[in-house]
């Protein structure tokens, strides 16, 4: 019997710090193609086949963790929309229905892809998982420090969310995130 694709959740990365291809096409949730035009796109830049992960933070969430508890929390791999929905018993039209309109109660997650031509809702939306589990629950997200001075694509321009309209220079998690850190509510926006 062939061996079973193993869970995202077993990721691990072979070097600390870093992320190959293969790791990062893991941790975004996208295949091993598309890793080379989402780097691209977001300004990633790749060290000997290597990307470093804090890069890859800051430049795909617009978060600059500060200390090694942030780090671990987002090595865990980015979830897609379908995990979204489970999570939060929302039904994935209603999730893309309501990022167009702006009224998502949950973070609106980073846009990987660029819109299509056809002006179809991309569906390569991602979300940090402990951030969405926790609100989810009823819980404070955790607070990671927004990085300073991010120039994301949905700051640059349309990306299907929403996002550019809301705060530029920083993408939605990086907007929760600096209002937890200011001291504002806690609640989902």
């Known amino acids: 019997m062939p061996e079973r694709k193993k869970e995202r959740r077993d990721f691990k990365q072979r070097r600390k710090g870093f992320f190959s291809k293969t790791e990062l096409a893991e941790w975004l949730g996208v295949s091993r193609n598309s890793v080379a035009g989402i780097a691209e796109r ?7 086949n290597l990307f470093p992960e804090a890069d890859v933070w800051r430049k795909i969430l617009g978060i600059d ?6 780090r671990v929390l987002l090595r865990r791999p980015l979830r897609d929309g379908t995990w979204f929905a489970r999570q939060t018993g929302i039904p994935q039209s209603t999730i ?3 990022i167009r309109e702006g009224t ?3 973070p609106h997650g980073v846009q ?3 819109e299509s031509e056809a002006g179809g ?3 390569s939306r991602r979300w940090i998982a402990c951030v969405i589990e ?7 997200a955790p607070a990671f ?7 994301t694509p949905s700051a640059l321009g349309k990306d299907g969310g929403g996002e550019a309209a809301q705060a530029p220079g920083l993408n939605v998690f990086a907007q929760i995130l600096h209002r937890n850190a200011d001291g504002a509510s806690q609640e989902p926006a």
Request: glycine content about 6%.
């Open 145 to 151: 420090s927004p990085a300073v001075s991010v120039k």
């Open 104 to 106: 998502l109660e949950y």
């Open 112 to 114: 990987l892809s660029e």
């Open 96 to 98: 893309r229905a309501k």
């Open 121 to 123: 809702a991309p569906r």
């Open 42 to 48: 977001f300004g990633i830049r790749e060290i000997e």
């Open 134 to 140: 926790a609100l989810a629950d009823g819980k404070t």
């Open 65 to 70: 963790p500060r200390h090694e508890e942030d």
